[in-house]
Every structure is written in structure tokens, then in C-alpha cells.
């Protein structure tokens, strides 16, 4: 309080104007210079404490259909809602399978127009991000198919995704995909993540390779996850995972080498235990066989 006299009853007390201000960072690689509502978004996808996510991806039937493990949503995907940092899926699958009050981040899958039943890099947008804000999703992701028939229109749809989660805050994912020619190998994996981050992507979704596979995310300057892609023996998959990780994956994004084990729960629950907690591949299997024995044990006393 500043008596009659103009000075104050505790001169400079308040103001500290000894003590620095702190300029603070954020705990992603690359995306300090990101605004409050992208680095919000962010936060909520990835787990500050550890800097990595286990995302759970079940957006496969926009162009599979009702593939193998997702024929229904409403009963394989609610129980692994609570053991995954954040879910990926389309809207319509958002809409089917999610309660609102699991208040878990969404990665919206905005892109459309291919089937497996022909050409898969010939997509559009077909979400905009109006919609996207009105789901309350935290980020936004599409294909781009590096070295794809359609590479310029998959670049030109991230682009735009990227223009537009800019003006909202939203921040975009991308997902690479491999052209039927192309080598699942550093050297293009490396080509297509780098691609990606230029155009300003805030995060990038790839396949895991070895070798070179730290080399990919060393010269990608955002974070980069891993797609679990084609089923594996549950021991394969946590291997996998920890090798990704331990070559600084910021996490995987994992579809089928969960909802397709023997028990997805205890699935999901050791792949968080390698991403999280690094756990090495043979604990995590024995975490796995534990929870699936213990879970099994429940079932039959039921």
C-alpha cells in the first residue's frame, strides 16, 4: 500500500526485482516456440514427467473396414480407454466408443477418400477443423505419402491441416506412410519424418527400423513416434517398443499389437511400463503373463 508520501509500506517487496524471471521451456523437443494452446494440447498427449505417450490407435476401419480385433468397437475399445495417454481414431469411431467422460486427448484422423481397395495415398481432407474443435480434439493427423503416387497431394492435405490447427491451436501429427516401392529403412524414413517437421508438423508418426533408426529421430527436429504396425508375438512387440524408445522414440502409437493379444489390457499395460518407465523387454513380457494370469484367475472366480 503506498501511503500520502508515494512510497510503499514494503518497498519493492512484490516485485522481487532482485530475482530473475524464469523463462521457461517445454519438455518436447522442438516446440518451445509453440503457442500456450498447442503446448496445452500437447501436454495432455504426452506425459510430462517421462516426455513420452503411449497413444492407442484404432482408427484402421476408415479404410480396412471392420478389420480383425475392431468389428466392435463398443466392446474392444472402452476397457484399454483408461491405460492409454491418448487415443487416435476418426470421428465416427470418437462418437461410437469413447465416453465423453473418459477425458481422454483425441488425435483426430482427418483424412479420407482411399479404401485398401485402391490406391491408399489418393486422400483428401475430409474433416475440418471447425468440427475438429467442436470434438474437443488435441491434435489433428492425415497421411503423407513420401514417394507415394500421390506425394504432392498428401503433402499439399497436411499442409493445409497444418495452416488451419495453426489458427486454432491445434497442433498436427503426421503419419508417414510407405509408398509400395519404397524401403521401411532409415535412409527414407528419415527423408519422410524430416519433410514432415519442415512443413510444420508438431509431431511425426513412423515405422521403427534397424538400423539408423536413432539416426531418423536425430534429424527429426519434433518428436516422433512409432506405429506398432503388423501383429507380433507380444514378446516381439514389447522388444520393439523398448528398442524405439531407447533410441529416443517419444513413445508408440499402437493398434494392433493391442486390441489382437491374447489380452489387450495386459497388453497395453506392459507396452506403458517399457514406454514409461523403460522397463526392459523380458520384465515387461513376465508384467504381461502376470496381469494376463491374474486377469484370467478374476474371469473364472467370476
Known amino acids: 500500500m503506498v501511503d500520502a508520501s508515494g512510497a510503499s ?7 522481487a ?33 517421462s516426455g513420452r505417450t503411449v497413444m492407442l490407435a484404432f482408427d484402421h ?5 471392420p478389420t480383425s480385433g ?22 465416427g469411431a470418437l462418437a461410437a466408443c469413447v465416453p465423453p467422460e473418459a477425458r481422454k486427448p483425441v488425435v483426430l484422423r482427418c483424412g479420407s477418400g482411399a479404401t485398401v481397395l485402391k490406391e491408399l495415398s489418393d486422400e483428401v481432407l475430409a474433416v475440418d ?10 491434435a489433428v493427423t492425415t497421411m503423407v505419402y513420401v514417394g507415394g503416387v500421390h506425394e504432392k497431394e498428401s503433402l499439399h492435405n497436411m499442409s493445409r491441416l497444418i495452416n ?9 501429427l503426421a503419419v508417414t506412410a ?19 517437421a519442415e512443413i510444420g508438423a508438431a509431431f511425426v508418426k513412423t515405422y521403427f527400423c534397424e538400423p539408423g533408426f536413432d539416426e531418423v529421430v536425430a534429424g527429426c527436429p519434433v518428436p516422433v513416434v512409432i506405429a506398432g504396425g503388423k501383429k507380433l508375438p507380444e514378446a516381439e512387440a514389447l522388444a520393439m517398443a523398448y528398442r524405439a524408445v531407447d ?30 518407465d523403460l522397463e526392459k523387454p523380458e520384465a515387461a513380457l513376465e508384467l504381461f503373463r502376470t496381469l494376463k494370469n491374474e486377469r484370467r484367475a478374476q474371469g473364472a472366480r467370476q
Open 61 to 65: 476401419g476408415y479404410i480396412m473396414g
Open 247 to 276: 533410441q529416443g522414440a517419444a513413445g508408440v502409437d499402437m493398434g494392433r499389437n493391442i486390441f489382437l493379444s491374447e489380452d489387450p489390457v495386459a497388453m497395453i499395460r506392459a507396452v506403458r511400463a517399457v514406454v514409461h
Open 17 to 49: 526485482v532482485n530475482v530473475p524471471v524464469e523463462t521457461r521451456g517445454f519438455f518436447l523437443k522442438g516446440c518451445a516456440h509453440l503457442g500456450y494452446g498447442m503446448k496445452s494440447r500437447l501436454a495432455r498427449i504426452f506425459e510430462p514427467s
Open 129 to 138: 477443423l471447425e468440427d475438429a474443435v467442436r470434438l474437443g480434439a488435441a
Open 178 to 196: 510407405v509408398g509400395k516401392d519404397m524401403a521401411r529403412d532409415a535412409r527414407y524414413l528419415g527423408l519422410a519424418c524430416r519433410v514432415a
Open 164 to 172: 488451419a490447427g495453426n489458427r486454432f491451436g491445434i497442433p498436427a
Open 70 to 91: 475392431l468389428e466392435r468397437l463398443d466392446l474392444a475399445i472402452p476397457p484399454l480407454i483408461p491405460h492409454a495417454d491418448s487415443l487416435m481414431c476418426t470421428r
Open 9 to 15: 509500506e514494503a518497498e519493492g517487496r512484490g516485485f
